[in-house]
């Protein structure tokens, strides 16, 4: 089924407008909210966007709202996607996934032990009354255990304070990020949860791989003024694996989960865990103990740091380990439209793409030119949608400047009507995009090379010496290229050559960021300078953007006067803006010229 991501407000020249959506042929409308028909599921949503990021288009809300073609007897369902992220409980109330961060360590207990003398724990003054609870989970994963070799988790739990869906992601050894989704339907994986591990996933199902009963008591600590502190657990387990990962299994074992308590708190209860006979558990998490010998190795997500007397090819895949970490970072927020994370997610894209450009001589011809390729192609998809969402603020920033608020009207419908369009159909492929086998190739190859890069052997000189020859080889395109803009002064290409120094000034700015450990200060000034540039020169090229969509409409046929008078404006500020830009160019070019590591 497709999903549409947002519907589009029509434009009807009055800012801040929504207008109700109208459904595909053959759709039905659902709403989880109390609201049954089409016009209150409208002010519904409406009710949403006043209090959420709103870039000023109606759509139906995220988590209320679901599509059903009448087709689709079996009762498959696609969620509307909006720019935020809630889901309307009743008038006013908007209800979101929760996110949480644990901080947690585990522990077993030997056979039949009295729990540890709690008080003993120093900084704890009393224990709770104690609670007795029966969790019944479900584990989900691929085939391949991909969530498992992260150190991700995905369950869904009954029982307890907190049932419904948790999707647990490991931020250090004793840390977790959990997010929870309510319970919804067994086997219905939230859309949201999906949205989070699809760049993980890659395609593949999601499937039952594991089922445990947990009894589980609970003694929460206190401090002297009545802080809770931690939570103390005494849980007896039952596990089932499921599709042959292995026999079922039982044990006891012991959570120290902080609540309001610093991690101090850990070092401080260890003489009473000890006394009691605790000892660290081996095993991760409940679903590791439960799969055991099925349970896969951990898939690296670090790599060598790079160092001046280490192999120049540790600069490289240190900093794309990074910018993989980035792109699977932001990749969730782009599918729910969290603002800022196609600009996050294109910038890790290029940045990767740039780094292996300038370091392409330690590496395969064929890999890495193949890999530059489709990360130009992921950026310019992300591009789309973030180009038209800058020129927007922009145009509407200057619009707003103007003395003449009524006679701008017409003119800010049409720009309206005009970028809002680019950045739907943008964000559509983007979405697209993410969803397919060939962005999902990208993130393969990306992770082989950071893993097991395809290298020369020349990648095992030093670092020191070769990362400053190729950083500096960059500076010296960027100075050919300052040299090529100012001599195409008074030329129809001069703000081409603009954009190419800008594109080098990047590229200089990225290959200086990757070699910072190793050059230290030389090479963060060389990295400000470069971007510095790069920001100057983006400004002006927004501007070259900007007048050639304000000619383009200006030029409709039966323009009336007011609105041409506005869109002469706007191409007025815009040309001033490029000049300033230029010049400030101009002087950063100066201080910059001859800058080396």
Request: with cysteine; glycine share 6%.
């Amino acid at each position: 089924m497709d999903d549409p991501g947002y519907v589009q407000q029509p434009a009807d020249g009055y800012r801040g407008s929504r207008a109700p959506a109208r459904a595909p042929s053959g759709t039905r409308w659902e709403c989880e909210s109390p609201w049954s028909d089409l016009s209150a599921l409208v002010r519904c949503c409406e009710q949403v966007l006043e209090s959420a990021y709103d870039r000023r288009r109606w759509a139906p809300c995220g988590r209320c709202c679901r599509r059903q073609t009448e087709e689709a007897s079996h009762g498959e369902r696609s969620y509307i996607k909006a720019d935020f992220r809630g889901r309307v409980d009743g008038p006013g109330n908007v209800m979101t996934a929760r996110d949480s961060t644990e901080k947690e360590r585990k522990y077993d207990p030997r056979l039949r032990s009295r729990i540890p003398e709690l008080t003993a724990i120093p900084g704890v003054d009393h224990v709770g009354e104690a609670s007795e609870t029966l969790l019944e989970a479900v584990y989900y994963d691929t085939g391949t255990l991909e969530l498992a070799a992260r150190g991700m988790t995905l369950r869904r739990r009954t029982g307890g304070s907190d049932p419904g869906w948790h999707l647990k992601l490991p931020v250090s050894p004793d840390s977790l990020t959990e997010i929870q989704n309510p319970l919804g339907q067994p086997d219905h994986v939230p859309a949201e949860l999906l949205d989070h591990l699809a760049a993980i996933t890659r395609g593949r199902e999601l499937s039952p791989v594991a089922r445990l009963s947990t009894r589980r008591s609970t003694y929460p600590l206190y401090g002297a003024d009545g802080k809770h502190l931690a939570d103390f657990t005494d849980d007896d387990v039952h596990a089932v694996p499921l599709g042959g990962l292995g026999p079922e299994t039982q044990w006891h074992e012991w959570e120290f989960e902080l609540v309001r308590a610093t991690p101090k708190l850990f070092s401080a209860a260890k003489p009473a865990l000890k006394t009691a006979g605790a000892v660290p558990s081996a095993h991760p998490s409940k679903l590791a103990r439960a799969l055991d010998g099925s349970w896969p190795e951990a898939k690296a997500t670090r790599t060598n740091p790079a160092r001046k007397n280490g192999p120049v090819r540790d600069v490289v895949t240190s900093y794309v380990g990074a910018q993989i970490r980035q792109l699977l970072t932001y990749d969730p927020g782009v599918r729910t439209g969290a603002p800022d994370s196609v600009h996050q997610m294109r910038s890790a894209a290029r940045r990767t793409r740039s780094v292996l450009r300038t370091y392409r001589t330690l590496f395969d011809r064929e890999t890495g030119a193949g890999l530059e390729r489709e990360l130009q192609w992921l950026g310019r998809v992300l591009g789309r949608p973030r180009d038209a969402e800058v020129i927007r603020e922009r145009i509407l920033a200057h619009l707003n400047n103007l003395p003449d608020a009524e006679a701008a009207s017409p003119a800010l419908g049409q720009l309206e009507h005009e970028l809002d369009t680019t950045y739907n159909a943008g964000y559509q492929r983007a979405l697209t995009t993410l969803n397919s086998q060939r962005y999902y190739r990208l993130l393969d190859a990306l992770e082989r090379v950071r893993d097991t890069p395809p290298t020369k052997a020349k990648a095992a000189r030093k670092a020191r010496k070769s990362s400053a020859r190729l950083v500096n080889k960059a500076a010296r395109r960027l100075d050919k290229a300052h040299q090529a803009a100012k001599k195409s002064q008074g030329t129809t290409g001069h703000d081409t050559a603009l954009h190419q120094v800008r594109k080098d000034a990047k590229r200089l700015r990225h290959a200086a960021e990757s070699a910072a450990a190793i050059h230290g200060k030389r090479a963060r000034t060389l990295e400000k300078t470069s971007h510095r540039i790069q920001r100057v020169l983006g400004d002006h090229q927004d501007s070259v953007v900007a007048r050639e969509l304000l000619h383009r409409l200006a030029a409709a046929p039966d323009m009336a006067a007011g609105t041409a008078a506005v869109y002469q404006a706007l191409i007025e500020q815009e040309t001033e803006t490029a000049a300033n830009a230029e010049a400030a160019y101009r002087n950063l070019r100066k201080k910059a010229r001859g800058r080396r590591i």
